[in-house]
């Protein structure tokens, strides 16, 4: 009988390792996706509209599944920082990454945004009191040299330009003080509810863009209106509902140091899609960042 128990525990906790690998693998693709698709769209729309429109599609495509799922609203303990969470990472966060992308090609962006998990990491370990073990601290540092022999190999002319980077810097910080703030939220309110207002809250950070949002959506052609859709329901509903949902069950410091995959997969998704061989030192850059990832899994 206890023999019985304990295997059908085990299954269990096997079961949630494959959902929690499944969950985070699909958002680390598609939000390596993005990076191309919005280099690809900001060409024909301003960092605003872009942003809202993706907002948007995303807070729509979350609130059906609330209503088919029949979920409350987050009750009184998370409603603020699922807000905060929103406004940074739905207004503040995706903004500064649309406007960058102008300046900053998509796999330079993708390396500058992903020094997120070292600020990460430091808040992490300071106010949800993670610690900073050795090996996180280690992974980092390793992937992070990963993330600059790529950023070398990617970088062309003028993609370093200090505006442009100076905006993927604020785009990291956004997004990981965003993940910090939002996960002791998920410990009194489900991913959905959290990830639906905090949508919300960036829909209405950006609602003084609709003037402008209305003007270029007429103008744009279906392939580029299709791109802003996918983001919106793809690296926006369903990447972010999966991330939260990882992040109820994972150390912030740690999963945040897993999205150093995301540069290797920007540049195999150019290859891919735009026809861009991946210079020579993005292989052995890459190789460090999955490295580091390994390493920093490891606490």
């Known amino acids: 009988m206890v023999t019985a128990t304990t295997t059908a525990n085990s299954a269990t906790r096997e079961g949630e390792r494959a959902r929690i690998v499944g969950a985070l693998a699909l958002t680390l693709l598609m ?6 698709v919005i280099r690809s769209a900001g060409r024909h729309l301003s960092p605003g509209p872009l942003a809202l429109t993706r907002i948007a599609v995303g807070s729509l495509a979350l609130g059906i599944a609330m209503v088919v799922r029949r979920q409350a609203p987050p009750g009184r303990g998370a409603v603020g920082r699922a807000a905060i969470s929103g406004v ?10 649309n406007a960058a992308e102008r300046w900053v090609d998509a796999g330079t962006s993708s390396l500058l945004v992903n020094t997120g998990p070292l600020f990460i990491a430091l808040l992490a370990g ?22 600059g022999l790529i950023a070398l190999s990617v970088a062309g002319h003028g993609s370093h330009e200090l505006l442009g980077a100076g905006l993927c810097v604020v785009a990291a910080i956004a997004y990981a003080v965003a993940m910090v703030v939002q996960k002791p939220a998920l410990r009194v309110a489900g991913a ?19 003037p402008q949002t209305a003007h270029q959506l007429g103008h744009v052609s279906a392939a580029t209106l299709a791109g802003v859709i996918y983001l919106g329901l793809g690296p926006t509903a369903i990447a972010f509902l999966l ?5 109820s069950r994972m150390d912030a410091g740690r999963q945040g140091a897993t ?6 997969l920007v540049v195999l998704i150019s290859w891919i899609t735009l026809g861009q061989t991946p210079p020579l030192l993005a292989i052995p850059g890459g190789l460090l960042c999955l490295g580091g990832v390994a390493i920093a899994r490891r606490h």
């Open 31 to 36: 939000w390596a996706s993005a990076f191309v």
């Open 259 to 264: 999205t150093y995959v995301v540069p290797p």
């Open 88 to 97: 940074l990472w739905f207004g503040a966060y995706m903004l500064s990454l």
């Open 126 to 147: 300071w106010l949800l009191q993670e610690g900073f073990p050795r090996a996180l601290l280690a992974g980092c540092v390793v992937a992070l040299g990963g993330a």
């Open 243 to 247: 991330w939260a949902y990882v992040l």
């Open 192 to 210: 959905l509810p959290v990830t639906w207002l905090a949508s919300v809250a960036g829909v209405v950070v950006l609602l003084e863009f609709v």
